[in-house]
């Protein structure tokens, strides 16, 4: 296909029909007149040899190859708009801009909170928006990359980017604060008869994999897609759960629960900034990567809870 020979504007008239299912929304939507808007969609039509849009009773739906169209428009959209946002110089105490970066509810409480900070700081003009990190993120890497700023996620789930080091952490375990039967250490025979509370989505568990070649098979009671509710989990029960230890110097305090160590060397936790090699030259991504490693060297000079 000749991409020289299309219109790109027909992407935002696409993404606005897609979207919308009407052609006056997606016009209003688009900037454009009733008649410009229908006559982009005739266009489409001709272009995909598809109807796109099919009338169904007073309405219209999207048809087959309008829903595949439908997501891959939007990843589209986000990366020409990303590419031509491109800038050659940046000025991050004038700049109006911002920033989306994919990153786990621990990353973006232990790191995330950090970063705000000192943007806020050094850039007020700066927006910082953090997205969660969804299941297809081992499978779909390159996409979500090419449509976000940033993913923040440890070494050893993902490779083939590059990437910048933030700061490191380690594994601790959480009890109760009256738990009944663990006082200040923990064995391997408690870990393998004890009910477990553990984050559900196996990329961020490569620590739940050691316990595997340990010969640990936890017991799971309750699984949760977010690390900061484990510690209420914990709280006033017989469970036992693996968490940061820079997470779990935040919210112990504040949960009733306690730190136990490991009763095995734990792997340790690097975290690093990954993005896409579109985004490498680019002069405000470059300050971003930048400012993020600055909080991780300042992070890194602090104990790792």
Known sequence: MNLSRLDLNLVVALRALLEERNVTRAG?????SQPAMSAALSR????????????VGGHYELTALGQVLLDRTTTA??????????????DPAKERRE??????????????????????????????????????????TDALLSTSDGLLMPHGVISDFPATDLYGDRWVFLVADDHPSVGDRLTRQDLARLPWVTYQRTYDAPAVRQLGMLGIEPRVEVSVDSFQIIPLLVAGTRRIALI???????????????????PYEAVPLREAMWWHPVHTHDAAHIWLRETAARVGRRMADEPEG
């Open 99 to 140: 920033f989306k970066l994919v990153a786990s509810d621990y990353a973006v409480a232990v790191f995330g909170a950090e970063l705000a900070r000192f943007v806020h700081e050094e850039a007020p003009g700066i927006r910082l928006r953090f997205a969660q990190t969804p299941p297809t993120v081992v499978d779909a």
């Open 44 to 55: 489409l039509r001709r272009h995909f040899d598809d109807d796109l849009l099919a009338r």
């Open 244 to 262: 940061q230890a820079r997470l779990a110097r935040l919210l112990a305090p504040l949960a009733g629960v306690r730190v136990v160590e490991p």
């Open 28 to 32: 209003q939507r688009a900037g454009l």
């Open 77 to 90: 959209y986000d990366v020409l708009e990303r590419l031509f946002a491109s800038q050659a110089d940046f």
